[in-house]
C-alpha cells in the first residue's frame, strides 16, 4: 500500500530548530516531485516548500524563506524539511505530499489538489 509518513515534529523553543523527514512507503518517489504543506488551528492549508522530483529545483513560502530548506535522498525514498529560526507562527501540522510529474521533470506547484499521496502530517509547536 501507497503511503507517506511523516516525523521528527516536536515542540522547539523560538529561535529553535527541527528536521522533518517524509519516508515513501509501497512507490518510488523518484518520479515524484514533493511539497510540504502546513494547517495551523482554524487557518488555511499553506504551502511551505516545494522540490522536483529530481531534487534539481525548489520553492519557498515568503513565510519561510531563508529559514527553511528542502532536500531529498531518493535512494532512501526520503524526503526532508530542515527548519531553523523558528517562530511561533510557524506552529501548525506539518504534512507531506507527492505528485506524480516523472523523473527529471522541472514541475512544481503550491495547488494541492494536484497531490496524488499525502501523510498523515506531524506536529510542530513552537513555543517558550
Known amino acids: 500500500q501507497a503511503q507517506l509518513v511523516e516525523s521528527g515534529g516536536g515542540l522547539v523553543q523560538p529561535g529553535g530548530s527541527l528536521t522533518l523527514a517524509c519516508v515513501a512507503s509501497?512507490?518510488?518517489?523518484?518520479?515524484?516531485?514533493v511539497g510540504w504543506f502546513r494547517q495551523a488551528p482554524g487557518k488555511e492549508r499553506e504551502g511551505v516548500s516545494l522540490?522536483?522530483?529530481?531534487?534539481?529545483?525548489?520553492d519557498y513560502a515568503d513565510s519561510v524563506k531563508g529559514r527553511f530548506a528542502i532536500s531529498r535522498d531518493n535512494a532512501k525514498n526520503t524526503v526532508y524539511l530542515r527548519m531553523n529560526n523558528l517562530k511561533p507562527e510557524d506552529t501548525a501540522v506539518y504534512s507531506c505530499?507527492?505528485?506524480?510529474?516523472?523523473?527529471?521533470?522541472?514541475?512544481?506547484?503550491?495547488?494541492?489538489?494536484?497531490?496524488?499521496?499525502w501523510g498523515q502530517g506531524t506536529q510542530v509547536t513552537v513555543s517558550s
Open positions: 505530499a507527492a505528485d506524480l510529474t516523472g523523473s527529471g521533470s522541472y514541475y512544481i506547484t503550491f495547488r494541492a489538489d494536484e497531490y496524488d499521496y
Open positions: 509501497g512507490f518510488s518517489l523518484e518520479t515524484y516531485a
Open positions: 522540490i522536483t522530483s529530481s531534487g534539481s529545483a525548489t
